[in-house]
């Protein structure tokens, strides 16, 4: 009964800046924390980044210094502010909880397409 609707992926060059949205819907919000994970074509999903319910915030090593992850619980929204994109970054972009994705089934997802 969970929705998971994530936005704001496109095609940008390498250096360029996204911001990527997740709405959540049919369940509570602010209790829990949550994450964004990525998926490349022949690659298994991997974790992006996490904001816990208190604000605090977790990422891979490698997306530090470069992506941000934020969250307005008073729109049940997620985000993940990316910079410096690289055309390894390519992937298509998931929301879930985090930093264990539990909620099913899982959003469309977005696409991030970094290419010269």
């Known amino acids: 009964q969970v929705q998971l609707v994530e936005s704001g992926g496109g095609l940008v060059h390498p250096g360029g800046s996204l911001r990527l949205t997740c709405v959540v819907s049919?369940?509570?919000?602010?209790?829990?924390?949550m994450g964004w994970y990525r998926q490349a074509p022949g690659k298994q999903r991997e974790l992006v980044a996490v904001?816990?319910?208190?604000?605090?915030?977790n990422y891979a090593d490698f997306v530090k210094e470069r992506f941000s992850i934020s969250r307005d619980n008073a729109k049940n929204t997620v985000y993940l502010q990316m910079n410096s994109l690289k055309p390894e970054d390519t992937a298509v972009y998931y929301c879930?909880?985090?930093?264990?994705?539990?909620?099913?089934?899982w959003g469309r997802g977005t696409q991030v397409t970094v290419s010269s």
């Open positions: 879930n909880r985090g930093p264990n994705p539990v909620f099913r089934p």
């Open positions: 049919g369940s509570i919000f602010s209790t829990y924390g």
């Open positions: 904001i816990t319910r208190g604000g605090s915030t």
